[in-house]
């Protein structure tokens, strides 16, 4: 806690991610940590922060303590934090909550989820299937122009949380599945457009989740896909139950193409220069 605290000031939704400890025990040590004078706190927005360095604390305890994360680099542990951690950062970057120039200036109204919904005012009102939709946020903004969305996941627990989501924002046009991406629980050609949004690299066999969304969508459809990058962070297949590390491009265009799609393309979806993280993005159509 003390050297991720010394890399980055950080509140404590923020710091359990990095962590992955529960959120009561990240304030327990960080009240004891506060006593012994070696975090210190700070009140900003309505958020409660925490930073730790040479400035908090005895200066002796810290030489030792920044040998310490010295030797302790290479550990995968840390490894692993300083991947979450980037991940913290990038999520700070994308939400625009006060986004600035480089003056400082506020911009306000600047958001990721106002540009989404602009784009989405242009698309027709198609019946789209969100396939591994997890906890429904995606589903609710597909939902906003959408003519029907139908959000499939393997978790009943998650599929609760999504669809009080969904109540609580008004959104009434989404049948909730359960159902695996391999085997989707739904009719042949029976969507418009198929949405795989950081589920693919779950799939036991991603050939066969492919597959299955061609089934789906009607000839002519389309399929987008949002998922990792290839990377190296193999703390996610235990921490995350992720089956695979990702996707290049050649590799995702490979697995459209044999699926049965046509007219592939493959961008960057978003990235972090320093991040062992980036998005795939691949949009495809069926063959007619």
Not at 41 to 69: C, K, Q
Not at 71 to 87: M, N, S
Not at 92 to 98: G, L, V, W
Not at 112 to 127: D, H, M, S, T, V
Request: aromatic fraction near 6%; hydrophobic fraction near 45%.
């Amino acid at each position: 806690m003390l050297r991720v605290l010394s890399q980055e000031r950080l509140n404590v939704t923020e710091l359990t991610a990095v962590l992955g400890l529960a959120q009561s025990g990240v304030s327990r040590h960080l009240g004891l940590l506060r006593k012994a004078g070696l975090v210190q706190e700070t009140r900003e927005g309505g958020f409660t922060y925490y930073t730790a360095g040479p400035g908090a604390g005895d200066a002796d305890v810290w030489t030792l303590l920044e040998r310490h994360f010295e030797e302790g680099a290479g550990d995968p542990a840390v490894k692993a934090d300083d991947a979450r951690l980037c991940e913290v950062q990038r999520a700070r970057k994308e939400r625009f909550a006060t986004h600035g120039t480089e003056f400082g200036q506020l911009v306000p109204g600047r958001s990721w989820a106002a540009w989404g919904r602009g784009l989405g005012l242009l698309l027709p009102p198609w019946r789209v299937a969100d396939v591994g939709c997890g906890e429904g946020y995606l589903t609710v903004e597909t939902a906003r122009w959408a003519s029907h969305v139908v959000a499939i996941d393997r978790s009943p627990e998650v599929l609760a949380r999504a669809t009080a989501l969904a109540a609580r924002r008004g959104v009434t046009n989404v049948a909730w599945e359960v159902g695996e991406i391999e085997r989707v629980p739904l009719g042949d050609a029976s969507v418009d457009l198929v949405l795989l949004s950081q589920a693919l690299h779950h799939a036991e066999d991603p050939a066969r989740a492919l597959a299955e969304a061609a089934r789906i969508v009607v000839p002519g459809g389309r399929i987008l896909v949002l998922d990792l990058r290839k990377h190296d962070q193999a703390w996610v297949r235990e921490r995350l139950d992720d089956r695979h590390l990702g996707f290049d491009d050649r590799e995702l265009a490979g697995l459209l193409g044999a699926a049965g799609f046509t007219d592939i393309r493959t961008a960057t979806g978003a990235s972090l220069a320093d991040g062992p993280f980036a998005v795939l993005v691949a949009a495809a159509r069926k063959a007619s």
